[in-house]
């Protein structure tokens, strides 16, 4: 069942008795506190806003996460690392970072693009608020050729995008992301399986055992 969300930014209906693809509201808006809401739920918002005038909100009921230490970092890409042919950044960039998302390999052109104004507004109130977070990724002149943004909540991270516009520089970002939340305990949730993803350690996990690493944010923080 699809429901209709209300101009309460803090309801939103059980996941359980979404559709079986995951989508489960229609409507609402994009303010911090909705998303914020829906981020601590496993919700996210998607949707082609070409085609669709109200926005579109998903949980899938199996996860595709990854777990840090899990990351799977193949020989190529040690090799690349300990080359320094990349060095990585946390926050420097965002707004650049956001906007090769948005056009990288033309994607704002293609139907179903969904990272348009609305959203990266949006995303930008959060990164101003502390939760949105980028990673950039530059070469050895200082120009930046990849990196990632997504929101984070506590100890997990929730991927929303990443470009890259030199070999492998999406992946350096995802690692650099890795290797700062080893430690934390937390998982990196990927929304969606591409083959990119799979092959760095990606994983599939029901939707309770999701649940149970964002509730364990909110038992610590309520500490």
């Known amino acids: 069942m699809v429901y209709r969300l209300t101009d309460d930014p803090n309801l939103f209906p059980d996941p359980h008795y979404g559709e079986p693809d995951g989508l489960i509201a229609v409507g609402g808006d994009l303010r911090p506190e909705r998303l914020l809401t829906a ?8 949707y082609g806003y070409k085609e669709r005038e109200h926005i579109l909100w998903w949980c899938p009921m199996n996860r595709f996460v990854i777990f840090p230490k899990e990351i799977h970092v193949s ?19 965002f707004a650049e970072v956001i906007h090769q998302c948005s056009i990288n390999k033309e994607r704002n052109k293609e139907q179903g693009a969904w990272l348009g104004k609305d959203m990266i507004e949006a995303y930008t109130q959060l990164h101003k608020m502390g939760f949105a977070v980028s990673i950039e990724v530059w070469n050895q002149e200082n120009h930046l050729v990849g990196g990632l943004y997504g929101i984070n909540i506590g100890r997990n991270f929730f991927g929303e995008s990443m470009f890259s516009n030199a070999p492998s520089a999406s992946k350096f970002a995802l690692i650099h992301l890795s290797q700062l939340m080893e430690k934390t305990g937390g998982i990196i949730d990927c929304q969606f399986e591409t083959p990119h993803l799979l092959a760095m350690g990606g994983r599939y996990i029901p939707y309770d055992e999701y649940m149970k690493y964002l509730r364990a944010d909110e038992e610590v923080t309520s500490q």
């Open 75 to 93: 020989h190529s890409m040690r090799q690349l690392i300990h080359k320094s042919t990349f060095h990585a950044t946390i926050n420097q960039a």
């Open 39 to 46: 981020y601590c739920n496993g919700i996210f918002p998607w």
